[in-house]
């Protein structure tokens, strides 16, 4: 088997491993570990391997880019389309105002051959009464705040690793990585 087609190889299945279940996991091991152990023989040739497994993450990451962009556009889409709806029902309820009657609850109703479109008043969205918009006013009772609390992880990495790697709330083991230079 030539490097190029154990590099193919290597890279589906660790892909087929990562997305399998426990019974098929074993079978795909064994064959990961029987074309590593090949691989390792092909040290020559590794240079190649890593930049192939480069040029595959880089395809996967331009797949996501486009991806992304093609879901920015359905959302985009969507929204409009959402918009649209919302004009719309704003139109009829003008049009109910303007040419339809009221029904036995004084409500402005049109009526087709299939549905009826009614006008009524609902609350609407809760709005905080605050002189500065995003702060918590005082006037809130303390029981419809939530606060929530997450861990920086970034500063608390910062701050096991001055400590050795070891707190009493944390750790952070040493890996090994690879440089290349």
Do not use: H
């Not at 795909?28 to 480069?54: A, S, Y």
């Not at 139109?91 to 029904?103: E, P, S």
């Not at 096991?160 to 709330?169: A, C, K, L, Q």
């Amino acid at each position: 088997m030539t490097t190029t087609e154990m590099t193919k190889a290597f890279f589906d299945l660790q892909f087929d491993y990562d997305f399998s279940n426990a019974e098929e996991r074993e079978a795909i091991g064994k064959e990961l570990e029987r074309l590593e152990f090949d691989m390792m023989k092909k040290t020559e040739n590794i240079d190649w391997v890593i930049t192939k497994q480069n040029e595959i993450m880089n395809v996967i990451d331009a797949r996501i880019t486009t991806y992304q962009n093609e879901i920015n556009k359905l959302k985009k889409k969507k929204n409009s389309y959402k918009n649209a709806g919302n004009r719309l029902k704003e139109l009829i309820i003008l049009l109910a105002k303007t040419v339809g009657g009221r029904n036995n609850n004084g409500n402005y109703q049109i009526k087709t051959d299939l549905k009826s479109y009614t006008v009524y008043n609902r609350y609407g969205p809760v709005i905080i009464k605050s002189n500065i918009p995003g702060e918590i006013s005082a006037e809130v009772p303390d029981n419809f705040i939530i606060l929530e609390q997450k861990i920086d992880k970034k500063k608390l990495r910062e701050a096991v690793i001055e400590n050795n790697g070891e707190t009493p709330y944390a750790i952070c083991p040493k890996v090994e990585s690879l440089k290349i230079t």
